[in-house]
């Protein structure tokens, strides 16, 4: 049996641009690894009428999880909404103003009177603790559905998915849930537009009988260079799935880069700490966001060990070791700059990384020349026995820019791994 | 008179946490500057019965945005789901062909069959040109709504949005829709608890008689360090407006850093290039994180030269200049090393930034010892006239601690300009 949920954000600066709900998403995966699928998610105003109206909306759902309006402040409101849809009183919970006592303590602060509005719940609430900040939150029974409130601080929120997990296990195993995911394959692709993706992929699906009656979920997601297509396989048998993916394997070639959920930064490190090779980065245009990528990942400093943002000229001269005049006849877009920053960071920082990646291009929206307009990115990527050059022209805005330059960046590092015989796509997470 | 608005997003990876669906900020914000509020932003499965139900909901609206689900593949299904719930067949519109033929044409791109139903419409909906890819976008009136769809890739949706002002324009200007926004003011904070600013600006609108019958609009926004407080202030006199704004500055002092949208990255740049200053980064857990915030500013290579990412103790060594000794006595996380960055980075790359920041911590989830558990993190900041250093222990995963890290490094570069009588807390946007 598998568990359908909603979720329900709540937060008027979600609508008017203030914040990127980034919590639907987490929990959406959360979920999805314990065999939950999440059919909507819902950002409401910080306003009573909304919330308790996307609570009864929320029908034909065994779970709802809210995040957000559990704060302090007068526009915080969840308690209250809950409490409407469930046709009881909101009150203040002894062990809840026990909780926010202690986390307060914890921090070494005074309560506040105003903090103790975040003990205020729903009759018949069960508490949940909140390890990393201060509002706790609750779970609540209405009309044969779970309903979750969660604080909307990401942190804080991720901090209380695990008490989530054991309440729906608590509700929903007696019931026949089991907490597995459905059985899927997923299979990342790079460089290849999705229309030319979905050339490759369909007569597979075709040719295995696996479209119209005895169809299997397909689903793709682009995103810039990135395309990742997800196929359900929870109702094949075991060989045929296996068959699937050799033939999608096959089919995808040297766009695919790996198998599951994996993006291209934890591949490269992955690749990187198995033949004891480290990068370094230098980079103009991208501005640090190539090695914010790497150092995202934990333990990373095995393989990565620093970059240089060499957003001046004089940096890409002086620390980077480009000679002015190469700098001067060739601009600091240009072939030679872009091989000169992946060598020169190699030597730069300690003398020996491995690998090295430049990046130089125009992000805008100034800078741009006829010649060279704005998305002119030049990457390459130097290994003291290779160096790959690539100039691309990226469009969209400043930050589409960027990150198109960042994913290529990384790809172009991911490539020549290939090349060498070092990458894999087998699953590592 | 307002509008009111709906969004929608299409995609079953806005569900399963393979992508945080950024769209509905980004339209949420372009439409409140244009005075529309949005009610509600949904987003649900590449199902056509969840999109047709989503837009059988979206009643009480005058404007539905819908974005995604435009693309090649088989689960794109926007079209059809519009097409059903205004009643009308789908079809091949001749002008929707050329612009896909066109835009695969400016690509060098030969004409795959596939691509063609992305030129299929509801019969009697207008064309949105898609100036960065290759899906066009469509409208069309549904029971009195207009019902706008939108390709799912930011920057596509992006690049259509002065359309989508413009097809306001056409069918609200004749009801009294302005496009002016709401008169609003925003107060950005640092370092405070919400609930700590609660308790500084309550008394204010109490004293003001802003609270019960005569309430403005109150908003708090919780970011990691950060707390926005914005008020709707369309119902007050100018002079009312001025005077809570005078109040409001007052009550929060030190805490506020700006009015309006601009962010502390944004402040930083705009007070650096006033007083012709420059600032170097030097990040060894952040990683490259204050570097991509302050590249993310357009214009920023007149302030911001670059960094150096010191994620090894041998960069710290050979690039900053930080004795192996005291990196040996202190640790790489202490407050020698911290503020040896911050000199070093001055220095190391063009010998003439005049601020630096130094930011070395523990992001997790490996390398903490009970002295220096998970979260510590040091930073200083240095101008050569004074070096400024800092000890924190954040909570929360490795991203977290990375997202803290970063903001309080810029906010001790702020303090520094504030402390030596540079920065402003007035509009800049």
Known sequence: MGLRAEIICIGDELLTGGTVETNSAEIGRFLRRR??????????????????????EATEVDLCVITGGLGPTSDDLTSSAVAKAAGVDCGRLAEAVAEV?????????????IQLRQAEVPVGAALILNPVGIAPGFALEIEGRLVVALPGVPAEMRSMLDSVAELCAEHFVKKGWSGEPRARQIFRCFGLR?????????????????????????????????????????????????????????????????????????????????????????????????????????????????????????????VLGIPAEVLETHGAV?????RGMADGVRAALEGHAD???????????????????????DIAVSDGEASHYRRFLFRGDRSAIQRDATAWALWMVFQRLRERGLSSVDLVD
Chains 1, 2 share one sequence.
């Open 35 to 56: 065999g939950v699928a999440v059919r909507r998610a819902v950002s409401v105003a910080d306003s009573l009428a909304a919330i308790v109206g996307a609570l009864r």
């Open 101 to 113: 006592e202690a986390a307060l303590a914890r921090r070494g602060h005074e309560l506040d009177p």
């Open 194 to 318: 999705e229309a030319a993706i979905v050339a490759l992929v369909e007569p597979v699906f075709a040719e295995l009988g696996l479209v119209g009656e005895a169809s299997v979920g397909i689903h793709y997601r682009a995103a810039g260079p990135e395309v990742d297509l997800t196929v359900d396989v929870e109702e094949l048998e075991i060989a045929d799935a296996a068959a699937l993916e050799a033939r999608l394997r096959e089919a995808l070639g040297e766009a695919l880069y790996g198998l599951g959920e994996a993006g291209l930064a934890v591949r490269i490190a992955e690749c990187l700490k198995a033949h004891g090779l480290t990068l370094a980065t230098a980079e103009s245009c991208t501005g640090g966001r190539v090695a914010a990528a790497m150092t995202g990942i934990a333990g990373v400093s095995a393989c990565f060990h620093g970059g240089i943002v060499a957003y001046h000229n004089g940096i890409k001269e002086k």
């Open 334 to 338: 240009s072939e030679p700059v872009a």
């Open 355 to 377: 690998l090295g990646v430049g990046i130089t291009g125009i992000a805008g929206p100034g800078g741009g020349s006829e010649a060279k307009p704005v998305g002119t990115v």
